[in-house]
């Protein structure tokens, strides 16, 4: 199982960034994924989730809803993270994680950063 992101980058305040998460080695779309990041010197904090399957049904953290969009492509085995509105406190590494026959799997994770 492998889970490489990718997008990340600097952007100004206001800007939109889509993160990409591509993953091989099992049956994608079966599982659910979620997206979490972790800013310097803080816990990593849990951003969206994604279910499995054809449904997809998501859920979002208070802070990013509405500005933030997960889906996923079956066809590409890619999970995308659009962020659009971005703040200042946006800025951290974005990782994306899923849970696959009990073990968890980590990205190594994609910087995005947010600056005028």
């Known amino acids: 199982v492998q889970l490489v992101e990718s997008g990340g980058g600097l952007v100004q305040p206001g800007g939109s960034l889509r993160l990409s998460c591509a993953a091989s080695?099992?049956?994608?779309?079966?599982?659910?994924f979620t997206w979490h990041r972790q800013a310097a010197g803080k816990e990593r904090e849990w951003v969206a989730g994604?279910?499995?399957?054809?449904?997809?049904?998501?859920n979002y953290a208070a802070s990013i809803k509405g500005r933030f969009t997960i889906s996923r492509d079956n066809a590409k085995n890619t999970v995308y993270l659009q962020m659009n509105s971005l703040k200042p406190e946006d800025t951290a590494v974005y990782y994306c994680?899923?849970?696959?026959?009990?073990?968890?799997?980590w990205g190594q994770g994609t910087q995005v950063t947010v600056s005028s």
């Open positions: 080695g099992f049956a994608f779309s079966s599982y659910g």
């Open positions: 994680y899923t849970l696959y026959l009990g073990v968890a799997y």
């Open positions: 994604i279910s499995g399957g054809s449904g997809g049904s998501t």
